[in-house]
């Protein structure tokens, strides 16, 4: 993906990479809800996932810390330069906070898990995506590159761990799950060799054998977690 443009999704990887993702499905079923109608996006990037969500009916909120990224997902809908811990909007006013890769590059994640509870109404939903260090190939990637796409990687998760983070910060986990054994060879190489795209129906069938066996040694995780209506 080329992060200095504006991203449509399902223009940008061939149909059988998105096969290999499996939050997907649930994000469809909470986009389906009519309960759900003001969402955010923390991290929005070039809004790849803002257009997604369009494509599903609903008006999404973007937020960046970077100018130019901003500019980008004002393509596909409202977006605002602020960071995930000062989020500007007011309590109990979204109904779904969608967090993709982004929560790792925030240094204080408790800071950040309480600003999508105070900006969540009861009932409301967080939808994390994010990178793990259940994989070896990740957690010793990341201190030989202690960044990506200059951007600090400052906080590191297991899957475990995060679940357990989540929930001590006032949600109720409903779906959570391990994805990503080879994503180096379906998700980073064709992105860097764009002609690898054609070998990705070949490997899809290998990821998805793989995550049958070794699912904890996933690359990537998926947690869709429900605000409490108790706690802090």
Request: aromatic share 12%; proline share 7%.
């Amino acid at each position: 993906m080329d992060y200095r443009k504006p991203a449509v999704f399902g223009e940008n990887w061939s149909p059988s990479r998105y096969q290999v993702l499996p939050y997907f499905e649930w994000e469809k079923t909470v986009l389906a809800r009519p309960d759900i109608r003001r969402v955010l996006e923390i991290g929005c990037g070039n809004g790849w996932n803002m257009s997604r969500f369009a494509q599903n009916g609903r008006v999404a909120f973007g937020l960046d810390t970077v100018p130019q990224r901003v500019a980008l997902a004002q393509t596909h809908g409202p977006a605002l330069l602020a960071d995930g811990l000062r989020l500007p909007f007011a309590a109990d006013s979204l109904d779904l906070i969608y967090i993709q890769h982004v929560l790792h590059h925030i240094g204080d994640v408790d800071r950040a898990l309480a600003e999508v509870r105070r900006c969540l109404r009861p009932g409301g939903v967080l939808f994390l995506v994010e990178t793990v260090e259940d994989n070896p190939i990740i957690h010793w990637g990341r201190r030989l590159y202690p960044s990506w796409l200059g951007d600090e990687i400052n906080a590191p998760f297991t899957f475990a761990g995060l679940a357990t983070q989540v929930a001590d910060s006032g949600f109720r986990v409903q779906r959570a799950g391990q994805y990503s054994v080879l994503f180096w060879l379906w998700e980073i190489m064709p992105d860097q060799f764009p002609p690898l795209e054609k070998l990705t129906p070949y490997v899809v069938p290998i990821e998805h054998a793989l995550q049958k066996v070794v699912r904890r040694l996933g690359a990537h995780c998926y947690l869709v977690a429900e605000k409490e209506s108790f706690g802090r």
